[in-house]
Nanobody, 127 residues
Framework: QGLLVESGGGSVQAGGSLRLSCEAS?????????YAWFRQVPGKEREGVAA????????FYADSVKGRFTISRNDAEMIVYLQMNWLKSEDTAIYYC???????????????????WGQGTQVTVSS
């Protein structure tokens, strides 16, 4: 019914930038309510980084990335982006793209809300 494929991860020095891409493909009958980016480091829970709703284009960010990261999407190409600027060593993680097609309570930061996930892409920031 759906597939998410991330790309754009890599290694960068602190203060640098990366842009992650998430290519989405869904059947015509699947309505996606929002897309989000999560990240995870070993031994920790998956953390919500940013989200964008498909109705109204509202965006949401974790406090730790506000002012540095920007989520956006290209509906024509079905790609969701995460522009990451002023990267810090603590941004090092595997980044996952997620999408939800079911009704939920609006708390975009809860990983269990999402029913589609990509395979993840590694981001490493060296200080």
């Amino acid at each position: 019914q759906g597939l998410l494929v991330e790309s754009g991860g890599g290694s960068v020095q602190a203060g640098g930038s990366l842009r992650l891409s998430c290519e989405a493909s869904f059947s015509r009958s699947t309505y996606i309510r929002n897309y989000a980016w999560f990240r995870q480091v070993p031994g920790k829970e998956r953390e919500g980084v940013a989200a964008i709703y498909t109705a109204g284009d509202d965006t949401f960010y974790a406090d730790s990335v506000k002012g540095r990261f920007t989520i956006s999407r290209n509906d024509a190409e079905m790609i969701v982006y995460l522009q990451m600027n002023w990267l810090k060593s603590e941004d090092t993680a595997i980044y996952y793209c997620a999408a939800v097609s079911t009704l939920f309570d609006g708390n975009w930061t809860v990983a269990s809300t999402y029913n589609y996930w990509g395979q993840g892409t590694q981001v490493t920031v060296s200080s």
